[in-house]
């Protein structure tokens, strides 16, 4: 059973900045692409950031030059900085992990259950 769990969301006020973190565990013998993913009240949700294991980065437009995404491969850990954040961002934050091998020709996808980021004054 894969688990991922996220930490470091929270309230910030606008022009601040919060650093997620996601973590997965159980038997994972790789992970494709991890992810987050956002959805705030009322509206679908969408991507914020991806990044393969060979470290590709795909941004939605709204966050590019202030969000950066990265992993630590090793730790199976996928990690969201968010700088000069705007009241916009406030939604609940989601890990995704894609393509995760958990066994020979065995793969998953998996969320986590998401972490409330609020940019608030």
């Known amino acids: 059973q894969v688990q991922l769990v996220e930490s470091g969301g929270g309230l910030v006020q606008p022009g601040g900045s919060l650093r997620l973190s996601c973590a997965a565990s159980?038997?994972?013998?790789?992970?494709?692409?991890m992810g987050w993913y956002r959805q705030a009240p009322g509206k679908q949700r969408e991507l914020v950031a991806t990044?393969?294991?060979?470290?590709?980065?795909n941004y939605v437009d709204s966050v590019k030059d202030r969000f950066t995404i990265s992993r630590d491969n090793a730790k199976n850990t996928v990690y969201l900085q968010m700088n000069s954040l705007k009241p916009e961002d406030t939604a609940v934050y989601y890990c995704?992990?894609?393509?995760?091998?958990?066994?020979?020709?065995?793969?998953?996808?998996?969320w986590g259950q998401g972490t409330q980021v609020t940019v608030s004054s």
């Open positions: 159980g038997t994972i013998f790789s992970i494709a692409t």
């Open positions: 995704n992990a894609r393509g995760v091998k958990v066994g020979p020709g065995r793969f998953g996808d998996y």
């Open positions: 990044i393969t294991s060979g470290g590709h980065t």
